[in-house]
Nanobody
């Protein structure tokens, strides 16, 4: 069992940056692939990024590639999402999630979820 808690969301102007954190409980954090998803109002929750267990492999959605960076610190049981050059269309609730394999981009393929953190980008 993994309990995930996101933090770091907020209101930022377009072009600005935010860093999201996701703290995990339990001793098995390093055994999971970690991902970030987001859900805008009226839209389905969509894949943003994922990182392998050791952090040596990363995957990104095309919409955020070059602007967002996923990282993890297994000693702190935490995964991060650095978001730069934010756009109004990045406005959404951001969720972290845990999965058993890298390469998974669908909600149902992830086993554990956080409660989400709101990111709002003003124009």
């Amino acid at each position: 069992q993994v309990h995930l808690v996101e933090s770091g969301g907020g209101l930022v102007q377009a072009g600005g940056s935010l860093r999201l954190s996701c703290a995990a409980s339990g001793r098995t954090f390093s055994s999971y692939v970690m991902g970030w998803f987001r859900q805008a109002p009226g839209k389905e929750r969509g894949f943003i990024a994922a990182i392998s267990r050791t952090g040596n492999m990363r995957q990104y959605a095309d919409s955020v590639k070059g602007r967002f960076t996923i990282s993890r610190d297994n000693a702190k049981n935490t995964v991060y999402l650095q978001m730069n050059s934010l756009k109004p269309e990045d406005t959404a609730v951001y969720y972290c999630a845990a999965a058993k394999e890298l390469g998974l981009r669908r909600q149902h393929e992830y086993d554990y979820w956080g409660q989400g953190t709101q990111v709002t980008v003003s124009s």
